[in-house]
């Protein structure tokens, strides 16, 4: 019978992590191992740490790689050490409480991925005001018929609108088919009011190219061909990839920060945990600034834009939000 495989330590900062079944294939399409995974999360720790700084998060989970199933973890996974820090939210549908993670530091990240973590999906606010949401996601979601060469155009349409809000955008690809933008947010409206403010933004991108994009709810009522702005990622306790996550793709994609001069050129499938690194030890987080707080957007005129769709006749209702049930 064969012998199990030695867990190593891993040295992070003033941290020692132990991680067991380092040789455990993850991605079965290259062989990449759960060391490999703890060794991209180590060359981008900066990056991803300040992605999910202070933020409730939930993880992805593939305890026997990409082959098994994906565990959505909401709780805390048990055998955490004291020093993993945590936030608990309240979810009202189901009158309950949950302690997520909540990384203040590189080793946290680290103790994830040993417990089985590929993606991390954090809030949009953060521990000290979780009601309060101080990042705004534009979501460019494709159909199942739109190429990539369409999201981004709908990403420069949206770069657009936000310049002439004042607003600094901070572009990412999803990791999957998409693209994602974020915006730091002045933390004084609730979720529901961004959502709102989302969804305005949103219908204004729709105006300027309806051609390419849709903002309807309902799946069937969308084109196939179209982007979908989906402003619904702004909903309470609804989350996406953080920068520098890892997507569970069998290449391996990450989410990765682009520059608005890379959105023509920049190929997800190039952004993987192989080409990754190199490319962050060359360009540093192109998200720092937004991890810093560099730009802070009031959006005031997109709650006036929100009021002012309120009132037309053809607004179409947001449709419910619903809380994950995982």
Known sequence: ????????????????????????????????????????????ADGITGALHE????????????AGDKVHQKRLPAGAPDWVETVELFFPRWGRTADELCVTEPAAVIWAVQMSTVEFHPWNSRRGAVEQPDEWRIDLDP?????????????????EVLDELGAVGYPKTSGSKGLHVYVRIA???????????????????ERRAP???????????????AVFVDYNQNARDHTIAAA???RGLPDARVSTPIRWDEVDDADPRDLTMFTVPARYAELGDLHAGLHADEHVLDIAPLLAWAERDEQDEQYEPEGPAEEPTT
């Open 1 to 44: 019978m064969p012998s199990k495989p030695p867990a190593v330590e891993i040295e992070v900062d003033d941290r020692i992590v132990r991680v067991s079944n380092p040789d455990r294939v993850y991605f079965p399409e290259s062989g990449a191992t759960k060391l490999d995974v703890v060794e991209y999360y180590l060359a981008v």
């Open 143 to 159: 159909g199942a018929d739109c190429d990539y060469a369409t999201v981004r155009r709908v990403a420069h349409v949206a770069h």
């Open 187 to 205: 933390a004084e409206h609730g979720h529901g009011d961004v959502r709102r403010a989302a969804h305005a933004f949103a219908r204004e991108v």
């Open 244 to 246: 520098y996550s890892l």
């Open 211 to 225: 051609d390419l994009v849709t903002t309807a709810w309902w799946r069937k009522d969308r084109d196939p061909a």
């Open 55 to 66: 933020r409730p998060c939930m993880l992805h989970r593939f305890p026997q790689g990409l």
